[in-house]
T-cell receptor, first 112, second 112 residues
Framework: SQQGEEDPQALSIQEGENATMNCSYK?????LQWYRQNSGRGLVHLIL?????REKHSGRLRVTLDTSKKSSSLLITASRAADTASYFC????????????FGQGTTLQVKP | DGGITQSPKYLFRKEGQNVTLSCEQN?????MYWYRQDPGQGLRLIYY???????QKGDIAEGYSVSREKKESFPLTVTSAQKNPTAFYLC???????????FGQGTRLTVV
């Protein structure tokens, strides 16, 4: 079962604009993580937010977490053409399950 | 260099054949994962292992088998029972439950 569902599925913006991607999940979590995947490559970890955190920043990335709504958002500010990639959220379910479940992803295209 | 290595990068399988995908890590990570990714889709969990000599089924384990005889290695066998094996396979490792995952570069398997 897919724990995370992302929205939108695809996003196209101009360089310099902000990009926002959303992730919803179904069960209680220990933490939520965001990853990036360039076409045909492995995933790269971007940021991890714990269930007791509401917001986290890393460079041009801002992640929020609303556990009451079981949702998270990833904001990329001042986007660059090099940000073009697919972005996935992943949830570590509550309890020591060891399972890391990924969503469907959002494909971001940043036009120069 | 520390990292996680998948081989081969491309693999072709005839129908009815078993094939084994290699995943090796020198990060001293306890947990390892196998995911399947279909075109334009998210990652689906096949198998995961939190410790040597122990592994659990993920969401789509049917037609696949794994072993975890060494901490560094988590090979995945795609058996003839897997009816639609053509996909991109990704291996990942984490130092523990809920931690950041490190991914290999993937193996693209095609049935010919």
């Amino acid at each position: 079962s897919q724990q995370g569902e992302e929205d939108p599925q695809a996003l196209s913006i101009q360089e310099g604009e902000n990009a926002t991607m959303n992730c919803s999940y179904k069960t209680s979590i220990n933490n939520l993580q965001w990853y990036r995947q360039n076409s045909g490559r492995g995933l790269v970890h971007l940021i991890l937010i714990r269930s007791n955190e509401r917001e986290k920043h890393s460079g041009r990335l801002r992640v929020t977490l609303d556990t009451s709504k079981k949702s998270s958002s990833l904001l990329i500010t001042a986007s660059r053409a090099a940000d073009t990639a697919s972005y996935f959220c992943a949830t570590d379910a509550w309890g020591n399950t060891g399972k890391l479940i990924f969503g469907q992803g959002t494909t971001l295209q940043v036009k120069p | 260099d520390g990292g996680i290595t998948q081989s081969p990068k491309y693999l072709f399988r005839k129908e009815g054949q078993n094939v084994t995908l290699s995943c090796e890590q020198n990060l001293n990570h306890d947990a390892m994962y196998w995911y399947r990714q279909d075109p334009g889709q998210g990652l689906r969990l096949i198998y995961y292992s939190q410790i040597v000599n122990d592994f659990q089924k993920g969401d789509i384990a049917e037609g696949y088998s794994v072993s975890r005889e060494k901490k560094e290695s988590f090979p995945l066998t795609v058996t003839s029972a897997q009816k639609n094996p053509t996909a991109f396979y990704l291996c990942a490792s984490t130092p523990g439950v809920g931690a950041e995952a490190f991914f290999g570069q993937g193996t693209r398997l095609t049935v010919v």
